[in-house]
């Protein structure tokens, strides 16, 4: 008889003991070898994913520890590994896949947004799909063509998913053991320009914040920035020269894009009564966008000034000696704060 | 154990004659022409010829209910009986199937209730059954997508020691996606217990299969990933039965993937709303009529006196009380709670969608008869 999708998840609740990681890459990498130690449903399929470890090293060593029928290389086609990890979800594993760098996800559009997100809605929540699909995003890595692209908007627009992106080692572990366990599909954006961050140090005293909560990561009282993935970093260090200005800043990072947490925002927002968006994403019809819109939507009465995007510019991503010029900058979202008026 | 094979055995292309076992006049093919194989035995040939007469009852009856706008659309399957039922008799119900919009006489003969299966072509719900209960899948509509699911539906079972086997069903059209062909590899490389079944009806809505591909056939395709391939006469009920069970039967015992293309024709038009007349002549429609796949298995059973009229008038009668109960099941008002929108979504429920539901169940309780005055 054909086992079913389990709807009690295997994996661990408990995140808090981890190995303590040193890099993003070693959380990552942590967080599978403990879901796949813990739980015989779970195998990890890609290109390069096998004895290679990834081309980030993120798989590094599975293979060799768990065998290749829970971890191995598949043939180079997109499509082909969302698709069958589809089929292998409906049988009831919990497939965790990688897509090499986002742009390379796009072959496998169709099958997300067509069935990954729609299954469970289609079969009136008896066909759940627990994928992982891990995706190294964004830029600044001087990274040839299609290897920068930060593609959050496309999978945050098509309901069904979850996305879910972490700015640190912390984060990373308890995100992708979260995002592992979950019964429905997860994006897991890992921001390709962190892998190799050694200054995170997960904290394993506190337990971890859950996957669908943004995290207020530095207190402030004049403005809210709204950072997720690889803007964190970029907001705290346009907080630390803003204390020179005598501006107070607050950063978020929000750390699953989709769902949103409106109420830790709403409520920084409500406080400061300012607030900007940060991505590396284009503008037109990015996740600011969205962003911008339901929290003035909510929030409206408590603003003294427009919501402001502090993003890509609106053309595709440069080339790698370019790249320096689009994303944003700590200069530059100062001088896009100094554009409000400021007395009240 | 790993899931490559990595031997390469080579593989032969395809006889270009397709396999038939029972002649379009419905005499058995001579020892001779039927490459080693025995016809099926009398009480399989019965078996076959009572689903695909009732199956075809049950076709027409959903035909005639769309064309009363009873269902917004529905696409036949009248004329490839063959294929659709010679693949699912030879399937075990442990067997999975992946199937396609064009296959809910298949879906039908695997015990799907016509409600639930109907339920899409209705319109109250995008797939009324349980898949697990009836191990077949929700039909696609994105062309070829469902036979990468299927390969890792049965990759899955592979790793999981479970000696099952996945059919799916792929149209000649959908033989030109990009995901026929990672079907086909992922397949191949790892020995997924999958038998392709495709069904070469000979138009893609309108496209006839020359401008879809130069190949001789499309079976031919199945060397080039390392997989046996089989070009089929597909409205020969007993050699399509025959091909994929032995598929079936190679997947579950460990020797993995097949390709089977099974040639027929398309009786109706694509759908209800297609003009057959814009891109092929009734003599063509004609001339496959006379290759009907119900009567070729009728006149062999009846040389064989494996047919008589108690067998007929039982046939008959569950033909009619299954176009009956589809008439009744169309007939009847869907069950429809727009509140049911947004449960389903997500294995939690999201803050905002519940909004977006308190909202729509504000809107209606505001105007009771707003779905009425809409209409």
Same mark, same amino acid.
């Given at each position: ?7 009690d998840?295997?994996a ?12 993003m ?31 980030? =090293? ?34 009831g594993?919990?497939?965790? #896949? ?33 994928i ?17 692209d930060?593609?959050?908007?496309y999978?945050?627009h098509?309901?069904?998913l ?5 700015s ?47 995290? #207020? ?6 403005v ?9 970093? #970029? ?19 929000? =750390? ?13 927002? +409500? ?11 284009a ?25 402001? +995007? ?9 080339a ?25 | ?83 659709e ?22 879906? $039908? ?35 070829a ?32 996606e ?11 490389? $790892? ?16 496209v ?17 990933y ?57 003599a ?15 006149r ?39 509140m ?36």
């Amino acid at each position: 008889m054909a086992k079913t999708t389990s709807q009690d998840s295997q994996a661990t609740k408990s995140t808090t003991q981890a190995v303590k990681p040193v890099t993003m890459a070693a959380a990552l990498n942590s967080a599978m070898r403990d879901a796949l130690t813990e739980d015989p449903t779970v195998v990890i399929f890609g290109e390069d994913v096998g004895p290679l470890g990834g081309v980030f =090293r993120i798989t590094d060593g599975l293979t060799r520890d768990f065998g290749e029928e829970r971890v191995w290389d598949s043939p180079l086609a997109e499509s082909g590994i969302i698709g069958t990890a589809i089929g292998m979800a409906m049988y009831g594993l919990r497939p965790i #896949v990688e897509m090499q760098f986002d742009a390379f996800s796009y072959p496998a559009f169709e099958q997300i947004v067509s069935h990954v997100a729609k299954m469970r809605n289609r079969t009136r929540g008896r066909v759940s799909l627990p994928i992982v699909i891990r995706i190294p995003t964004s830029g600044g890595i001087g990274g040839v063509e299609h290897h920068s692209d930060s593609s959050e908007a496309y999978w945050t627009h098509t309901p069904g998913l979850t996305v879910v992106t972490p700015s640190n080692p912390t984060d990373a572990y308890s995100m992708l053991r979260e995002a592992i366990a979950s019964d429905d599909p997860v994006i897991f954006l890992e921001p390709k320009s962190h892998y190799w961050m050694k200054e995170g140090v997960a904290d394993q005293s506190r337990p971890a914040l859950p996957m669908n909560k943004a995290a #207020v990561v530095r207190e402030g009282t004049d403005v809210t920035l709204l950072s997720y993935g690889p803007t964190v970093a #970029v907001a705290l260090k346009t907080a630390k020269l803003a204390e020179e200005e005598d501006l107070s800043v607050e950063v978020i990072d929000l =750390r699953s894009l989709s769902p949103f947490d409106d109420e830790t925002v709403g409520a920084s927002v +409500r406080k400061t009564s300012r607030a900007a968006v940060i991505h590396e994403a284009a503008q037109f019809g990015g996740y600011g966008a969205e962003v911008a819109a339901r929290v003035t939507e909510r929030e409206f009465y408590h603003l003294a000034a427009p919501i402001l +995007r502090i993003t890509g510019a609106d053309i595709p991503f440069p080339a790698p000696l370019l790249e320096k010029y689009y994303l944003p900058t700590p200069e530059r979202i100062l001088n896009a704060l100094s554009t409000w008026e400021w007395e009240v | 154990m790993s899931l490559t094979d990595e031997s390469r055995a080579p593989v032969e292309l395809p006889d270009p004659e397709p396999f038939s076992l029972i002649s379009a006049s419905g005499k058995a093919v001579p020892a001779k022409a039927r490459r080693g194989y025995n016809l099926p035995d009398l009480d399989i040939l019965q078996k076959l010829y009572r689903r695909m007469v009732v199956a075809r009852r049950w076709d027409t009856q959903v035909t005639a209910l769309t064309r009363q706008g009873r269902l917004s659309t529905y696409p036949s399957a009248r004329g490839q009986e063959a294929s659709e039922i010679g693949t699912v008799t030879a399937m075990r119900e442990t067997d999975w199937l992946f199937p396609t919009y064009r296959d809910s006489i298949a879906v $039908w003969t695997r015990g799907v209730p016509t409600a639930e299966l109907l339920s899409g072509f209705r319109g109250d719900w995008h797939c009324g059954w349980d898949p697990k209960m009836h191990r077949t899948a929700p039909q696609t509509t994105p062309l070829a997508t469902q036979a990468l699911h299927a390969v890792g539906f049965g990759t899955a079972a592979k790793l999981s020691k479970d000696p099952i086997a996945v059919a799916t069903f792929i149209g000649d059209g959908a033989t030109s996606e990009g995901d026929t062909h990672e079907a086909f590899n992922f397949a191949g490389v $790892w020995q997924s217990p999958t038998v392709f079944v495709i069904q070469n009806n000979q138009f893609a809505i309108s496209v006839p299969i020359a401008k879809q591909t130069r190949a001789r056939l499309l079976a031919d395709r199945a060397v080039g990933y390392g997989i046996p391939g089989y070009f089929v006469d597909g409205n020969d009920a007993a050699a399509v039965y025959t091909i994929v069970s032995e598929a079936l039967d190679r997947a579950r015992t460990g020797g993995g993937p097949t390709i089977i293309e099974c040639l027929t024709y398309r009786i109706e038009p694509h759908t209800n709303s297609d003009d057959p007349s814009r891109y092929r002549g009734s003599a063509d429609v004609e001339a496959w009529k006379a290759k009907d796949p119900i009567e070729r298995l009728e006149r062999y059973l009846d040389s064989k006196g494996a047919i008589d009229e108690a067998l007929k008038e039982s046939i008959a009668i569950e033909s009619e009380e299954a176009a009956t109960a589809m008439r009744e099941a169309m007939n009847a008002e869907p069950a429809l709670d727009p509140m049911e929108l947004f449960e389903h979504v997500y294995s939690s429920r999201r803050p905002a969608l519940l909004e977006q539901r308190d909202a729509l169940a504000a809107e209606l309780a505001d105007s009771p008869n707003a779905e009425e005055a809409s209409e």
